[in-house]
């Protein structure tokens, strides 16, 4: 817009250059053609369209004259325009050079404000008044209304409406204190069913696959329950309470060895599958990544291979609920170095046979 105002300024000077030697009668005659010029373009234009630049250019040619001098001139605008435009380009220089003080609070600081949203983020059910007393019991001191402020500007909603739990959130939450346990069948080549038992913890996703039989009795379950208890002894484990379902191959004498071992039984519902989820999800992957691609001879073969797989689950397979991590090997340092990261030397091992690849760096 500055350029246009000096265009236009260096133009109408080289126009007052060319007025300077006409005469008053000239001049008259091209005055009265321009006004009739523009009786013309009133008739044809319902409302001219002015450009910011078009306005301050006026504005300043006409502002000097007197107010009934400038209502008998023959405009394209009502005079109260042209002085509205006037009026328009004082405010702008007068907030050009005259900066405003700011009124009303300072604002908070930013500290301030990512701990009050950290703080409901972290307790759904804190409401801006608890979250509050909170900041007052660390010594900070902001007003109530600062922090419903600062929660409705981020449209973080009221706690009653925050305030709810999802299955997912609830054993997340209680997964230390989760443990789970099922039965599923194979077939070797020769087509003869096999039952395994398997447990995993919700916590750590570590899986224990307990045994394997053609004949899952009651006593050959009971027992598995006891060495079940006995590795969860020695590992040191909190579980409370055990997942499993209604199969009648779990007896009231394999819910006594749990309970008498502080295991508290907890039965999903029935055909309902997703109440053991974890549990159902690692027999998919253990079919998807086991069991589909080998050739199960007997059930000697298939304890050796089950057990190869729970070496491999537990102490390689990265797991997405644990950060990419194994259950029993946590993350390694990430590489900084650029000279490590050109030069990789990676290592395959392979188990059985090829089905099952881990990779480590070279010693």
Not at 52 to 69: E, F, Q, S
Not at 284 to 301: A, P
């Amino acid at each position: 817009m500055l350029l246009r105002l000096a265009y236009l300024a260096v133009t109408n000077t080289f126009t007052l250059l060319r007025l300077l030697p006409m005469s008053d009668r000239d001049k008259d005659i091209e005055i009265l053609a321009l006004r009739h010029q523009l009786l013309v373009l009133q008739r044809q234009v319902g409302k001219p369209a002015f450009t910011d630049t078009d306005r301050a250019v006026l504005a300043g040619l006409l502002h000097h004259l007197p107010t009934d001098k400038l209502r008998r001139l023959l405009l394209l605008v009502r005079p109260d325009t042209i002085l509205r435009w006037h009026r328009d380009l004082l405010k702008r220089r007068h907030a050009a050079t005259c900066t405003p003080r700011r009124r009303g609070r300072p604002p908070t600081v930013r500290s301030i404000r990512t701990l009050v949203l950290r703080l409901a983020r972290e307790n759904s059910s804190w409401g801006y008044r608890r979250i509050h007393g909170e900041l007052a019991a660390l010594g900070i001191k902001v007003a109530a209304s600062t922090v419903w402020e600062i929660l409705r500007e981020h449209g973080i909603p009221p706690a009653p409406e925050r305030d709810s739990t999802t299955w997912a959130d609830f054993l997340r939450s209680q997964a230390h204190a989760l443990l789970a346990c099922d039965l599923f069948e194979t077939r070797t080549l020769t087509g003869s069913r096999l039952y395994v038992f398997a447990a995993i913890e919700h916590a750590t996703r570590r899986v224990r696959i307990l045994g394997a039989t053609a004949y899952p009795t009651a006593d050959w379950v009971v027992q598995l329950g006891r060495n079940l208890v006995m590795d969860l002894e020695d590992a040191g484990s909190r579980a409370r309470f055990l997942i499993r379902d209604r199969d009648s191959k779990f007896t009231a004498a394999f819910d006594a060895v749990l309970a008498d071992a502080g295991l508290e039984i907890v039965k999903s519902g029935v055909r309902m599958p997703r109440m053991n989820s974890i549990m159902e999800r690692w027999i998919q992957t253990c079919r998807r990544e086991l069991l589909d691609r080998t050739l199960i001879w007997d059930q000697r073969h298939l304890l050796h291979t089950l057990r190869e797989f729970e070496s491999f689950y537990n102490g390689h397979r990265p797991h997405r609920a644990l950060g990419q991590a194994a259950p029993l090997r946590p993350l390694p340092e990430p590489i900084t170095e650029a000279g490590q990261i050109r030069h990789l030397e990676i290592h395959r091992r392979d188990r059985l046979g090829g089905t099952l690849h881990e990779y480590q760096h070279a010693a």
